[in-house]
C-alpha cells in the first residue's frame, strides 16, 4: 500500500486546514489509518485514528473537539479535518495504514504503511 498525503500548508490560529491520505495500489479495506505528527524537536506522536474493525474513531485529548477524521471509501482517501487551529498544531503531519488491535490503535509501531508527511503552520 502506497499512501500520499498532501494538503498542509500555513495558516493562522483559528484557522483550519484538510488533509488527505490517498492510497495506491491497495484500497484502505481492512487497514486502520492513522494520523500522526512531529513537532520540531519531538518524537513522532498519536494525532487520530480510524478503526478498521469498527469504523469508530480515536483521538489525542490535545485535538479532541477541533479534530476530525473521516474515510472516503469511494475516492480512497481518508482525511483529517483540522479547524481551530493552534500554534502548537505546527508539525509534519504523517498517515499511517496497519491492523493494530483497538486497544493499540494508538501505537504507531505498528502501523506498517507511510506517507511522505506533509507540513502544517500555524502562525499565532
Known amino acids: 500500500v502506497q499512501l500520499q498525503a498532501s494538503g498542509g500548508g500555513l495558516v493562522q490560529a483559528g484557522g483550519s486546514l484538510r488533509l488527505s491520505c490517498a492510497a495506491s495500489?491497495?484500497?484502505?479495506?481492512?487497514?486502520?489509518v492513522g494520523w500522526f505528527r512531529q513537532r520540531p524537536g519531538k518524537e513522532r506522536e498519536f494525532v487520530a485514528a480510524?478503526?478498521?474493525?469498527?469504523?469508530?474513531?480515536y483521538y489525542d485529548d490535545s485535538v479532541k473537539g477541533r479534530f476530525t477524521v473521516s474515510r472516503d471509501n469511494a475516492k480512497n482517501t481518508v482525511n483529517l479535518q483540522m479547524d481551530s487551529l493552534k500554534p502548537e498544531d505546527t508539525a509534519v503531519y504523517y498517515c499511517?495504514?496497519?491492523?493494530?488491535?483497538?486497544?493499540?490503535?494508538?501505537?504507531?509501531?505498528?502501523?506498517?504503511?507511510w506517507g511522505q508527511g506533509t507540513q502544517v503552520t500555524v502562525s499565532s
Open positions: 499511517g495504514a496497519g491492523r493494530p488491535i483497538i486497544s493499540e490503535i494508538r501505537n504507531q509501531l505498528l502501523y506498517g504503511y
Open positions: 480510524i478503526a478498521t474493525q469498527n469504523m469508530h474513531t
Open positions: 495500489g491497495h484500497t484502505f479495506r481492512g487497514y486502520s
